[in-house]
C-alpha cells in the first residue's frame, strides 16, 4: 500500500457555455469569479493547459 500526498486540488464547473475554474488546497478554496465562455476558445484552452501543467 501506497500513500500520495495532494497539495492542491483544481476543478472547473461548466453549464455548457460557461466555465468557471476554482483551486482547493489546504482548507481553503479559491474561486476564480470569471465566467469564461466557449467562444474565444483560445482562452478557454488556455486555463486548461494551465491546469494540466500544475499537476
Given at each position: 500500500?501506497w ?7 483544481y ?19 479559491t ?25
Amino acid at each position: 500500500m501506497w500513500s500520495l500526498c495532494i497539495n492542491s486540488i483544481y476543478g472547473s464547473v461548466t453549464s455548457g457555455n460557461l466555465w468557471t475554474f476554482l483551486k482547493s488546497e489546504a482548507q481553503t478554496v479559491t474561486i476564480d469569479l470569471t465566467e469564461y465562455l466557449i467562444p474565444p476558445v483560445e482562452e478557454l484552452l488556455g486555463m486548461l493547459v494551465w491546469l494540466a501543467r500544475e499537476v
